[in-house]
Every structure is written in C-alpha cells, then in structure tokens.
C-alpha cells in the first residue's frame, strides 16, 4: 500500500511537471483550412501589446529564427511561420507564390489577432512581408528585410524562364541547388550542410515552382510595392548577388544595387550594412538583427 501511494504521488508530481513546461513553452498550432500552415507563438510578458511576426526564405522554416527569438528576450511577442510548400507546411497545396504565401501569415495572424505588428523577413521572406503590408497595411507598423534581394527583372515570364533554365533538368537541379545554397555561407560548418541539405530535399517539382515564382514576382511587383511603403524601414545586407548570381559578402564600405534602389524607392528606409559574413544574417549576426528589430519595435508608431 506505501509503495502504491509513492507511485501515485510520484506520478502526480510528473504530471504536474510537465503541466509546468507545457506553460512555459512556445505555443504550436496547426491552422486548419483545406490543409495546415505550421506556426509558433513565443510570448512575452501579459501586459506586451507588442509582436513581431518573422518569415524565413527560400526553402527554410521558423527555425531559422530561433536565435533571434531568443535574443528578443521575450520583450514581445513573437510569431514564426512554416510557409507553404515548407518545414511541416510542405504538405499544403500549391500555387507556391508570394502572395499566396503572405495570404497564409495574414490569416495566421489573423487567427492571433495581431495587429499593428513589426514584420521581419528574411531572402524570400523580404517578399512576402511586402506582400503582406500591400494586402493589409493596417495591421503593419513597420518592416525588416534581411539581407533581401532583387533578381528577376524585365519580362515577369521571361525571368521565370531564365531561372528556370538555370537550374536545369532533374539530374541537374540538385548541383543547382547544392551551388545556390553553398555560396550563402563563408566557410564550412554542421549549420551549413544542414540548410543546404535541407534544400535539396525540396521535391524537383515544388522548388522549381517556388524558384520561378520568386523571379516573376521580382520583375511583376516588387518596385511598385516597395514604392508603396511609406511606415518605418530597416534593410539589414550582408551579401551581394552579383550579375552571375554569385552570392558574395559585402566588404567595408560597399552598398548593393538592391539597397541602392530600396534607398530611391523608400527614401526614409535605414540601411544596416553588415560586412564578411554569410547570407543568414540572422544566424551570422544575430544580436545585431534582433537589436534592429527591437529598436522599431520600440519606437515604431
């Protein structure tokens, strides 16, 4: 009898761990729709009216954000996204287009009722919160692209085509792919080959999709967009794609044509150049992200 009351204390004091944990842990959900969108919301303190809502690039997930959240310091609210056609979103149907895409953060941020939010996107993510500020500009009080870029330009088709054309047939694409992702970083390491990995995983078929989308929503939309952004904006650059799609980082006292032309578009945006690192800024340079974030955050109206 002495042996089954431990038991039963011991178990309830697990479970009452575990209760504690699950209070303390970012919160998951799946939004339900035709299919899901995967999303976690990190709090900060009850009485933060503050959010920032962070969306990854190409081929990435919400855990790319996750030194930056954590560098956040639970002074806001953060929401992080797995975009469709990604992560654990991958099985959400097609089209895979920006806009589509920014519909998909709007409804989850909708589903959270967040409004007036700083949003943060990072390579392809700088396109889909454009995106988003263009669908819903009320509930958006600011903008942070992270080390964003403007490749597809012309014909909106023919950018497609061209891309496309690159990346080649299906025993050429994950050379393709392999090249693409392995010049975003400036040296070797486990987090390198794991994201570069993980892009090769994408299925032919959906990254060719994505890939000519991106190019054709450069060429289609993305200066008349960025023209439109009259609220606060901070571009945080750290490489440069040059006129071979090289990727290179930015050496001291360099500037992009991207920046340069976000400049002349958006006059009042501010330009954080961060010199000799990698392509995933927020992974490179964390702190300095996550302060770039928190001072709009912070004085943002």
Known sequence: ??????????????????????????????????TVI???????????????????????????????????????????????????SASHPGPYTITAMAQDVIEVMNHHEISNAVLVGHSMGTRVITSIYDQCPEQVRALVFVDGSLQGTGDPEQARRTILQLAGDDRQLPHFIESMFAMMFTADSPEKNAIVERARQTPAAVFRELIGNLMAFDAAHLKPLLATINIPLTVIQSTVVD?????????????????????????????????????????????????????????AH
């Open 243 to 299: 006129a071979d799609r090289k990727r290179r980082p930015l050496q001291p006292g360099q500037t992009t044509d991207y920046t340069d032309t976000v400049k002349h578009l958006v006059p009042h945006a501010g330009i954080v150049i961060i010199e000799g690192i990698g392509h995933f800024t927020q992974l490179d340079a964390t702190q300095q992200v996550a302060d770039a974030i928190a001072g709009l955050s912070n004085h």
């Open 1 to 34: 009898m002495v042996r089954v009351n431990f038991d039963l204390l011991a178990l309830r004091v697990f479970f009452q761990v575990i209760k504690a944990i699950a209070a303390t842990a970012p919160d998951r959900h799946y939004l339900l729709r035709n």
């Open 38 to 88: 995967y999303h976690q919301t990190t709090p900060a303190s009850a009485s933060c009216d503050k959010w920032v809502v962070l969306v990854h690039g190409l081929t990435c997930t919400h855990s790319d954000w996750h030194t930056t959240v954590a560098a956040l310091d639970n002074k806001t609210h953060c929401l992080t996204v797995d975009l469709r056609a990604h992560g654990a």
